[in-house]
């Protein structure tokens, strides 16, 4: 509706015509014009006031003007002049047609507004009489307006625009006139009759006469296109810089792309990426090869739903050189087509599904752009218009590939962080045990779940050693990426080194200590120390004694279950992460009842933007609480009670294990007395010791083996001697130990040698073998398989 102001209405005829070509507004110059009244007319069609028949169609432009023979209400026909405006759906849909009533005739030479001096300004400027109704314009006005001065004299700024735009204009000239004061406005729609995006700068001022009194209000206007595009597409630009790539997700990335152009630049935008190779590398460098096999990555329309698309996002399509994408890939330069050129058909007749999208959209332009990074072609971006009216400018073409050059840089980022975390996820997986050894002494499970930033140095390990115990193991190298993942395979071949040698946990730690200071040295250069860090925790089972060893450098305690008790954390000496050098570890004991869970972690388990370390451990031990099914079940549940849906912000490793404890039937012990000739009876009691626990088969081979450790241990040992034989389902140990501290080591005996065939013996007849040093001195063992290949 028009604003309402104090002034004359029955000035102009006005009428409004809905989309069925229904009256649906009739004002009161109206009927002053024709003599209906409103309540004659309202609700009948228009054309019943045509003379010589209805038009065939309504006035498809914005804006139309013409000479209407209009039926009177008494009978006689009238010749009217009509300006039309044909309003956007938004602004309802329907068609305004107005005419002055009281514009005709010519001006009074003592009237002020006519003494205005306007007729040869190149600005484009408009009189406007203090009932707000145009007194004249100038000729740069009416050609702005596309309709002679002379016609439109006693119409209103409302009337002439016939846009809701033109209303605010006129509250505007409305306040100068009350106010006597000028005003600047700016509008952003068009003032003439065309669909041309114009912006226009209204400069407002007053109209006095001799006496001083406001007599009408002058408006000149001036054509602020190219400023405000200009600023529209700074804007852009600034706009993209802020949201495209906030991801490292090159599907993310490619539809931030999309999103920022529509509909500022474009109505539909496509982008379509080449398939990186299979076997990683940079991509596509150098001449490309037809057709192009185009994956869709994003789109984004104007219309909900995107029905203007014909591939879908995932879906790979072929495009011949005769193609705007091939085309444009090929010769590595924007490519655009529209109607107005009359290209736009040619370039898409290739496609008989796109050519109808063209004619049932009304698409009459498409601009393909090149997506271009460091060298290498990763795909290309299509934008496309069909309600915007304009074709794409040189301006456009511009805005368009800065754009696109921002978001190519950032979908580069994004495939390379791509590639190197699925570099750095293959390493981490090799480099991790795939499965858990089976042992008697514990039962284990675990999990590795990646960062959503990238793959860390996280590990964990369950080794086996000698006696039937177990070392368990979790570390975490500082950092992320194929650095980290590289430093952890070499930590943890590490770990497993030393643990093979059967250093103590606080010894193990110390050499591991120098390793990584050597390490950090070799990444910072010895002017920059202490450039790589990690944090490790070590343990040692054994199921014997039910007792449990552990160290840490700087890693979070375990959580201990106990079978019948409330989970807690155990507490353990502080020790410094691994690269400080120099500082001391100390170790930790447990006593153990069998079926006590250990839960070793890393500090990515409990990190959490929602909550404190308190909290994070709270959650931890109650997540733990009644841990008697399976363990996987248990790693799950920790897992869904710490880590948010979207997955963890530092990668994770996670290690269960429930202790296991040996019979005392399942051990038997020596004391050997230093004398070679009481060999002979220790043989006879281990066969007895064998045949009482069923395991006659292995009688032969063990006495063997026990008879030439014990024998070593006579001859080069220094006593108390002692023999241990230990034994479950599918191993035997034998261990001999002594106050030594030398180690055997295994020789190639000459032929006239009387001696040194013991040890070559030994390991013929075991599975493993080996030493390792205890506080008291050392122990020999070796261990027997107890299934037997039929």
């Known amino acids: 509706m028009s604003p309402v102001y104090p002034f004359d209405d029955a000035a102009t005829a006005r009428a409004v015509v809905d989309e069925h070509g229904v009256l649906v507004e009739w004002n009161e110059g109206a ?75 010519p001006p009074r030479p003592d009237d002020p507004l006519t003494r205005v001096g306007l ?27 596309g309709v ?62 001799d006496e001083g009194r406001v007599r009408g209000v002058c408006v000149a206007v001036h054509d602020f296109a190219e400023q405000y595009r200009a600023r529209e597409r700074l804007q852009l630009v600034n706009e993209a810089s802020v949201r495209i790539g906030t991801t490292l997700d090159v599907a993310r990335t490619a539809q931030e792309l999309a999103d920022v152009c529509v509909p500022a630049l474009a109505d539909f935008v496509s982008v379509d990426l080449l398939d990186p190779p299979e076997l990683g590398g940079e991509g596509h460098i150098g001449p490309l090869r037809l057709p192009l096999g185009l994956r869709r990555a994003a789109h984004r329309s104007v219309t909900p739903g995107s029905p203007e698309a014909v591939t879908m996002p995932g879906q790979l399509e072929a495009f011949p050189g005769s193609s705007p994408q ?83 840089v950032c979908i580069d980022n994004a495939r390379r962080y791509s590639r190197e975390r699925e570099t750095a996820l293959a390493l981490q997986h090799s480099l991790l045990p795939r499965t858990l050894p089976r042992t008697a002494a514990v039962d284990a499970a675990s999990r590795y779940l990646p960062a959503r930033a990238g793959v860390g140095g996280d590990w964990f390990d369950v080794i086996p050693l000698s006696g039937m115990r ?21 930590l943890r071949t590490a770990v497993r080194t030393l643990a093979d040698i059967d250093l103590a946990p606080d010894e193990l730690l110390t050499h591991l200590d120098d390793l990584v200071t050597r390490m950090s040295a070799e990444a910072g250069g010895e002017d920059h120390p202490g450039e790589f860090g990690a944090t490790c925790l ?73 909550r404190d370390a308190d909290a994070s451990n709270r959650l931890l031990c109650e997540a733990l609480a009644d841990l008697t099914g399976s363990l996987d079940e248990g790693c799950d549940r920790v897992l869904h009670t710490l880590l948010p849906p979207g ?47 069923g395991l006659d088969e292995a009688a032969f081979p063990t006495e063997l083996v026990v008879s030439e450790l014990v024998t070593n241990a006579i001859r080069y040992g220094i006593p108390p001697i002692r023999l241990r034989l230990i034994h479950d389902e599918a191993h035997l140990i034998c261990e001999v130990s002594d106050t030594s501290h030398t180690a055997p080591h295994l020789r190639r005996a000459k032929t006239w040698d009387e001696g040194g065939r013991g040890l070559l013996l030994v390991a013929q007849l075991t599975r493993h073998w080996g030493s390792r040093h205890t506080t008291e001195g050392k122990t020999i063992w070796a261990e027997l398989s107890l299934t037997y290949e039929e």
Not at 188 to 198: E, K, L, T
Not at 353 to 364: D, K, L, M, P, W
Not at 473 to 479: E, K, P, S
């Open 31 to 105: 009927r002053r014009l024709l003599g209906w009244s409103p309540e004659e007319v309202v609700g009948r069609p228009a054309a019943d006031l045509l003379v010589g028949g209805p038009r065939t169609t309504l006035p498809e432009e914005r804006r139309w003007n013409g000479t209407l023979t209009l039926r009177h209400h008494d009978g006689r026909t009238v010749s009217v002049w009509v300006l039309v405006h044909h309003r956007r759906p938004e602004e309802g849909g329907d068609w305004l047609v107005v005419t002055p009533l009281d514009g005709g005739g």
């Open 119 to 145: 007729t040869q300004s190149p600005c484009a400027v408009a009189i406007y009489d203090d009932r707000l109704r145009l007194h004249g314009i100038n000729a740069a006005m009416a050609e702005v307006i």
């Open 148 to 209: 002679p001065g002379e016609r439109l004299r006693g119409l209103r700024m409302s009337e002439i625009g016939g846009r809701p735009q033109s209303e605010d204009i006129e509250r505007h000239m409305h306040r100068v006139l009350s106010t006597g004061r000028g005003h600047d406005v700016r509008t952003y729609v068009p003032i003439g009759g065309d669909s041309r995006s114009n912006v226009w700068l209204a400069r407002m001022s007053p109209v006095t006469d």
């Open 326 to 408: 091939g085309a444009s890939l090929l010769a590595g330069q924007s490519i655009v087509v529209s109607k107005e050129t009359g290209d736009l058909e040619k370039w898409l007749s290739w496609d008989p599904t796109r050519s109808r999208r063209i004619a049932q959209y009304g698409i009459h332009a498409t601009m393909s752009v090149p997506i271009l990074a460091r060298g290498v072609t990763l795909g290309v971006a299509v934008f496309t218009r069909f309600r915007q009216p304009g074709p794409f400018t040189p301006d456009d073409v511009l805005l368009a590939e800065e754009v696109t050059a921002r978001a190519a």
């Open 470 to 490: 177990v070392a368990m193991v979790v570390g975490d190298v500082l950092g992320h990426g194929l650095q980290a993942s590289a430093s952890m395979g070499r």
């Open 538 to 610: 070590y343990a040692v089972y054994d199921p014997v004694s039910r007792r449990c060893t552990l160290a840490s450098a700087g890693h979070p305690s375990p959580v201990l279950c106990p079978p019948d008790g409330r989970p807690h954390r155990v507490t353990l000496p502080s020790g410094p992460s691994l690269g400080r050098g120099g500082l001391p570890f100390e170790s930790a004991e447990l006593d153990l009842r069998e079926g006590t869970v250990l839960s070793f972690y890393t500090d990515g388990l409990l990190e959490s933007r929602e």
């Open 647 to 693: 997955g963890a912000s530092d990668d994770v490793a996670l290690l269960l294990a429930r202790t296991r404890g040996l019979a005392p039937s399942q051990v038997a012990t020596w004391d050997i007395p230093a004398d070679p000739s009481l060999v002979a009876p220790i043989r006879k009691q281990v066969v007895e010791r064998l045949e009482a626990w």
